[in-house]
Nanobody, 124 residues
């Protein structure tokens, strides 16, 4: 079993930056693909970014490309999401997730473990 705990959310003004962290416990996630998703009120959960365990290759949703950066520190069993140039439309609950298989990683159904989420609110 893997437990994921997100932190770092809060309130920020538009144009600001914020870094989310996802700490894993229970099992090392160094061989898991890790992803970030978000869900705004009344909307479906959407893919934000992911990073593979091998090679650390990354992918991003078009809406955050160039503004967000996903990274991982396997020694600390932690994944990060650095967010910059934040917009009000980035407001959502952000979830960290871990996938044992690195296929179709933009689809939330491919992930095996989820954190409880952290609220990010961007004010205009």
């Amino acid at each position: 079993q893997v437990q994921l705990v997100e932190s770092g959310g809060g309130l920020v003004q538009a144009g600001g930056s914020m870094r989310l962290s996802c700490a894993a416990s229970g099992r090392t996630v160094s061989r898991y693909a890790m992803g970030w998703f978000r869900q705004a009120p009344g909307k479906e959960r959407e893919f934000v970014a992911r990073i593979r365990w091998s090679g650390g290759t990354t992918a991003y949703a078009d809406s955050v490309k160039g503004r967000f950066t996903i990274s991982r520190d396997n020694a600390k069993n932690t994944v990060y999401l650095q967010m910059s140039s934040l917009k009000p439309e980035d407001t959502a609950v952000y979830y960290c997730a871990a996938a044992q298989r690195s296929i179709r990683l933009s689809e939330w159904s491919q992930y095996d473990y989820w954190g409880q989420g952290t609220q990010v609110t961007v004010s205009s």
